[in-house]
């Protein structure tokens, strides 16, 4: 079935560093990708999307690439600050479903 | 605008114990999804309606799972009887017709004793 692999699982930067965070996906039909921030105690937040049809999009410190042909994705988070620091979701939507496939999550530590 | 509120935050339970969440969306939005959430996973879905009509529930276990949203706007899930595996996050989101941003609420923490 579809499946999304995320990587890593946990990852610890110095404030200011930037921070990457990788996503592969099986299903070829996927058109959708978001990116949701998960605080503690809070639910999903998302954070940034992006759709097939383009190949990076960027908001201010976040930014998102995606490589259809290797079926692959990343979230960019260029000058870390402590609050950055929470657990982030990729998720990947095949065209047509509503289904989305969650990976299993980074938990991103910025050390002041 | 009020985000999608959940109820209760937490609920702690002796297995076999019935128990049920209620959520409530953000006005407007037809679509309503109750997701599972494992300590250090991701949501996984486990019903999704559109309006009052549930269109997914194939990954809800119907042996002790149900769910059900009337008049198209607040849902409850209930579990009955729970099971020490049940304890997990239970999410509720919801969004505007197409997919797009998933608007969560804050989770329903369950432990089953």
Do not use: M
Not at chain 1, 6 to 25: F, M, R
Not at chain 2, 15 to 39: D, E, M, R
């Amino acid at each position: 079935g579809e499946n999304v692999e995320q990587h890593p699982s946990t990852l610890s930067v110095q404030e200011g560093d930037s921070a990457v965070i990788k996503c592969t996906y099986s299903d070829s039909a996927s058109n959708y990708f978001p990116w949701y921030k998960q605080e503690l105690g809070k639910g999903p937040q998302l954070i940034i999307d992006i759709r097939s049809n383009v190949g990076e999009k960027k908001d201010q410190r976040i930014a998102v690439t995606l490589n259809k042909t290797a079926k692959h994705f990343s979230l960019h988070i260029t000058e870390t600050q402590p609050e950055d620091s929470a657990v982030y979701f990729c998720a990947a939507i095949p065209l047509g479903t509503y289904k989305y496939i969650f990976g299993t999550g980074t938990r991103l530590k910025v050390l002041a | 605008e009020a985000g999608v509120v959940q109820s209760p935050r937490y609920k702690i339970i002796e297995k076999k114990q019935p128990v049920a969440f209620w959520c409530n969306p953000i006005s407007g939005h037809n679509t309503l999804y109750w997701y599972l959430q494992n300590l250090g996973q991701g949501p996984e879905l486990l019903i999704r309606y559109e309006n009052e009509e549930a269109v997914d529930d194939s990954q809800l276990p119907k042996d002790r799972f149900s769910a059900e949203r009337l008049k198209g706007v607040d849902s409850t899930l209930k579990i009955q009887p729970a099971e020490l595996g049940d304890s997990a996050v239970y999410l509720c989101a919801s969004s505007p017709q197409g997919v797009g941003e998933l608007f969560f609420g804050e989770g329903s923490r369950l432990t089953v004793l």
